[in-house]
């Protein structure tokens, strides 16, 4: 049973606009969730982060919400580039574990 | 470079051959982990070490899987007898601490045929 889950294996976002990714989870013990962005070839990069006991993190253009209630996270894009283009990863934690526990992941497309 | 460096990018194996991939982490990196990612999916956990030792291989799929990291600093993955289901892009990742955020490897893709 996934833990974690990214439910739209694509998105297609136009230049300048905001790309909004999404990503589910189930265990409520996770209480540190990470963002990682991955290209072609390379391994994935992280991008942002956000403890359980926030509700937002902001870093430039990205910004990750929290909804603990839902269970729920998305992060936030604006305005998208076409450097974004990359498939994004969603991945949580339980403390002291140390294991990353990751989505599918979404395949963002960024239109000129 | 200063990143993670994992070798070979690519790797075709016969089924029932053996395997080695290997990991340089970050200079001074504690934590390493070895993750397993199959095509459309996330990555899954394997192993990981502090130092040199491995404190967790539970996410290793069978015996014929086997991690080391014997003087703490570079590692290496062996697959002993490999079968098409071992095909797969494996992610090598080093991280100052357990809790910090963990820098990626390119990964080795495994093709076994």
Same mark, same amino acid.
């Given at each position: 049973d996934q833990q974690v889950k990214q439910n739209s294996p694509s998105l297609s976002v136009q230049e300048g606009r905001i790309?909004?990714?999404?990503?589910?989870y189930t265990n409520s013990m996770f209480d540190y969730f990470l963002w990682?962005?991955?290209y072609p070839a390379e391994g994935p990069t992280f991008?942002?982060?956000?403890?359980s006991i926030k509700d937002k993190n902001e870093d430039g253009r990205f910004t990750v919400f929290l909804n603990k209630s839902a269970k729920h996270l998305?992060?936030?894009i604006v305005p998208s580039q076409p450097g974004d283009s990359a498939v994004y990863f969603c991945a949580a934690i339980e403390s002291p574990?140390?294991?990353?526990?990751?989505?599918?992941?979404?395949?963002?497309?960024?239109k000129p | 470079g200063a990143g993670v460096s994992q070798s070979p990018?690519?790797?075709v194996a016969k089924r029932g051959q053996d395997v080695a991939l290997r990991c340089d982490p970050i200079s001074g990196?504690?934590?390493l982990f070895w993750y397993q990612q199959a095509l459309g999916q996330g990555p899954e956990f394997l192993t990981y070490f502090q130092n040199e030792a491995q404190l967790d291989k539970s996410g290793l799929p069978s015996d014929r899987f086997f991690a080391e990291r014997p003087e703490g600093s570079v590692s290496t993955l062996k697959i002993q007898r490999t079968q098409q289901e071992d095909s797969a892009v494996y992610l090598c990742?080093?991280?100052?601490?357990?809790? =910090?955020?963990?820098?990626?490897?390119?990964?080795?893709?495994? =093709?076994?045929v």
């Open positions: 790309s909004i990714l999404n990503c589910d990682y962005k991955k991008l942002i982060s956000i403890s998305s992060l936030h574990n140390y294991q990353l526990i990751w989505g599918a992941g979404t395949k963002l497309i960024i | 990018r690519y790797k990196h504690v934590s990742a080093s991280s100052p601490a357990s809790n =910090t955020e963990a820098f990626f490897g390119q990964g080795t893709r495994l =093709t076994v």
